[in-house]
C-alpha cells in the first residue's frame, strides 16, 4: 500500500543539473524523516541526503555536499533532490526511501520503504 515514485532522472552531461522528485502515498508523509540513497553499478548501496519530517534538518554524503540540495513539500507528498555540477561520478540509480521516524538517518536500515529507483547517467 505505501509506494514511493522516483522521476526526474536521465542522461546530462558533467556540470548540468537534474531534479529528482519521489511521489509518495499510502501513509501521511509528513510524519517521516526521508532520504536518498544511490547505487552505481557493482557497488554497495550509498547515502546521498535526508531531511527531517518537516525540512529543518539536512544531512549529506561528503561526495554530494555543496552540489546536491534535498528537500521536500508535505503538502504535495513530495521529496526532491536538486542536483547541480553533475559528475560522472555521479553516475548511478538514485533510490528515495521513507525513515521509519521522523528524524533523519544515513543508515538504510532505518528505512522502511523504498521506491523502485531512477537512472542518473553524467556523460564526461
Known amino acids: 500500500q505505501v509506494q514511493l515514485v522516483e522521476s526526474g532522472g536521465g542522461l546530462v552531461q558533467s556540470g548540468g543539473s537534474l531534479r529528482l522528485s519521489c511521489t509518495t502515498s499510502?501513509?501521511?508523509?509528513?510524519?517521516?524523516?526521508m532520504g536518498w540513497f544511490r547505487q552505481a553499478p557493482g557497488k554497495e548501496r550509498e547515502f546521498v541526503a535526508a531531511?527531517?519530517?518537516?525540512?529543518?534538518?539536512?544531512d549529506y554524503a561528503d561526495s554530494v555536499k555543496d552540489r546536491f540540495t534535498i528537500s521536500r513539500d508535505n503538502a504535495k507528498n513530495t521529496l526532491y533532490l536538486q542536483m547541480n555540477s553533475l559528475k560522472p561520478e555521479d553516475t548511478a540509480v538514485y533510490y528515495c526511501?521513507?525513515?521509519?521516524?521522523?528524524?533523519?538517518?544515513?543508515?538504510?536500515?532505518?528505512?522502511?520503504?523504498w521506491g523502485q529507483g531512477t537512472q542518473v547517467t553524467v556523460s564526461s
Open positions: 499510502g501513509r501521511t508523509f509528513s510524519n517521516y524523516a
Open positions: 531531511i527531517s519530517r518537516i525540512g529543518g534538518s539536512t
Open positions: 526511501a521513507s525513515n521509519r521516524g521522523m528524524l533523519l538517518s544515513t543508515r538504510p536500515q532505518r528505512y522502511d520503504y
